[in-house]
């Protein structure tokens, strides 16, 4: 069974930075897209960030500019580099893979919380 382990949340005031990082646990195949996904407190999750196998990314246009998708030549870990966070970047966030239009289970998330 995978099991996704982020870190590297924690409170930030407006306009700072952190990096999440986004490893795996147990055998997983890793040619699959992974992406970046937060939730806020009474909201739906949302993708903000997906990297493919080939290291091509894609934003949301809420963090574009700001948020930047990589990974380790292996696949794994996954970052997430924060710029210029906003309050409105407070969430839990996310990482997991693609398989189709389907997810694995979801990891417990590491808290992001941008406030002055």
């Known amino acids: 069974q995978v099991e996704f382990v982020e870190s590297g949340g924690g409170l930030v005031q407006p306009g700072g930075s952190l990096r999440l990082s986004c490893a795996v646990s147990g055998s997983i195949d890793r040619s699959y897209t992974v992406g970046w996904y937060r939730q806020a407190p009474g909201k739906l999750r949302k993708l903000v960030a997906a990297?493919?196998?080939?290291?091509?990314?894609s934003y949301d246009d809420s963090v574009k500019g700001r948020f930047t998708i990589s990974r380790d030549n292996a696949g794994y870990p996954v970052y997430l580099q924060m710029n210029s966070l906003k309050p409105e970047d407070t969430a839990v966030y996310y990482c997991?893979?693609?398989?189709?239009?389907?997810?694995?289970?979801w990891g417990p998330g590491t808290q992001v919380t941008v406030s002055s």
């Open positions: 990297i493919t196998s080939g290291g091509s990314t």
């Open positions: 997991n893979r693609m398989v189709g239009l389907d997810h694995d289970a």
